[in-house]
């Protein structure tokens, strides 16, 4: 996917609509004295912010972009993509470029995966697990449509890394490895 600034900024307005309509909820909630849905409803935008946060702490920064250009367009089709980090991705083995191709596929997959019905929603859970960084796809609604994972599969095998399917077949992991670090704990 190619970044243009008319993209940039439409993805700006959305992030800012965001918040602003998240403040005006919060003091709707206040000025009604229902303090305790307004209370619900900041915990509620703390976990998606912190979400965001999460994400924009990865060291690949048009990775970032191209993450949150995917959101926008999940969500314009009425479509969710959720994704929850716990690592900033350091000592991925993989280019930037090499990175964005690969998730561009992967979201690219999800999206034209998804069922007539409006809702879809996608979950990807971003983990460091040691060795590698962990890319866990979780469908999220009631009936799990069909992918067709072939292209991030052949991908993934030229790049070494692995596409693994769930016990349940319901999810699957992108499995990417870490570059060898040579540096020795003093």
Not at 50 to 77: G, K, Y
Request: aromatic letters at 10%; charged letters at 25%.
């Amino acid at each position: 996917m190619n970044f243009d600034e008319k993209e940039i900024v439409k993805l700006l307005r959305l992030l800012n609509h965001d918040y602003l309509n998240h403040f005006q909820v919060m003091s709707g909630y206040l000025q009604l004295g229902r303090s305790q849905e307004a209370l619900a409803h900041l915990k509620e935008i703390v976990n998606v912010f912190s979400s965001r946060h999460n994400l924009l702490r990865w060291i690949c920064p048009a990775t970032v972009l191209l993450v949150l250009l995917w959101q926008q367009r999940f969500f314009e089709d009425e479509k969710k993509l959720v994704v929850q980090s716990n690592t900033d991705l350091r000592g991925i083995a993989l280019s930037e470029e090499q990175l964005n191709n690969l998730l561009d596929s992967l979201f690219n997959t999800l999206y034209l995966a998804g069922n007539e019905e409006a809702g879809d929603s996608w979950l990807l859970k971003v983990e460091d697990g040691g060795q590698e960084h962990i890319f866990a796809i979780e469908y999220l609604g009631e009936t799990r449509p069909e992918c067709d994972w072939s292209r991030v599969q052949c991908q993934a095998e030229e790049m070494g890394c692995r596409l693994e399917k769930g016990d349940d077949n319901c999810y699957r992991r992108l499995v990417l490895p870490k570059g060898i670090s040579w540096l020795v704990a003093e």
